[in-house]
């Protein structure tokens, strides 16, 4: 079965620091991963996917991600954090065999930047 | 342009009761998924919607049912509710339904769900 882990309830770090976020897959087959972010109150939204080609992909809002198959890993990351990056983010995979719409979400990562 | 819309934004029910939500998608998207987020965990896949058919179901009891009308909106129906029931549902549309090709997925604001 396939899996999606965040092992960090929380990040903080401070504004202008880098961030990281991790995320750590468990599927059969290649997967397709990707971030979202849940403000309060509010839906998902799409910040990055990978799908397939060069391992760092790049997202809105200066977040990129770096797919690495053999620590079956997409750890998220900004160079520079912002107090408005403070929110939910969710990673997510699905498989190419499944429906485009079924996608499984970690449990997600609450970052709190401080000013 | 509008994006995902949602209806209504907040319910209360209390428990045996049944419940209606209401999701319509980004003009010319014909794919529609349902979604529930419980407090403090990410969101379970319950179903996915195509042309009016269904093409995908998550790990939901039977009590979960859903369908697509011919505009694409969608209604997700929940019945004999359950205080485990409540969550946050959220839709998302995506363009069309595909293997061979990825459709973004776009999510609406949610509804959130009190079963008291």
């Known amino acids: 079965a396939q899996s999606v882990a965040q092992p960090e309830d929380q990040v903080n770090v401070a504004e202008g620091n880098p961030l990281t976020v991790k995320c750590t897959y468990s599927?059969?087959?290649?997967?397709?991963l990707f971030w979202y972010v849940q403000y309060p109150n509010r839906g998902l939204q799409f910040l990055l996917k990978?799908?397939?080609?060069?391992?760092l992909v790049k997202g809105s809002y200066g977040f990129e991600a770096e797919f690495n198959k053999s620590q079956t890993s997409f750890h998220l990351k900004k160079p520079s954090a912002l107090v408005s990056d403070s929110a939910l983010y969710f990673c997510a995979v699905s498989l190419p065999t499944d429906s485009w719409g079924k996608l499984q979400f970690g449990a997600g990562t609450q970052v709190v930047v401080t000013p | 342009d509008a994006g995902v819309t949602q209806s209504p934004t907040h319910l209360i029910k209390t428990r045996g009761q049944q419940v209606t939500l209401r999701c319509s998608p980004i003009s010319g998207h014909k794919s529609v998924s349902w979604y529930q987020q419980v407090l403090g965990q990410g969101p379970q896949f319950i179903f996915q919607y195509y042309e009016k058919e269904e093409r995908g179901r998550g790990n939901f009891p039977d009590r979960f049912s859903a369908r697509q009308f011919p505009n694409y909106s969608s209604e997700l129906n929940v019945n004999a509710l359950l205080l485990g029931d409540s969550a946050l549902y959220l839709c998302a549309s995506s363009l069309v339904y595909s293997a061979e090709s990825y459709n973004e997925q776009f999510f609406g604001p949610g509804t959130r769900l009190t079963v008291l």
């Open positions: 990978y799908i397939t080609g060069d391992n």
């Open positions: 599927v059969s087959g290649n997967p397709y």
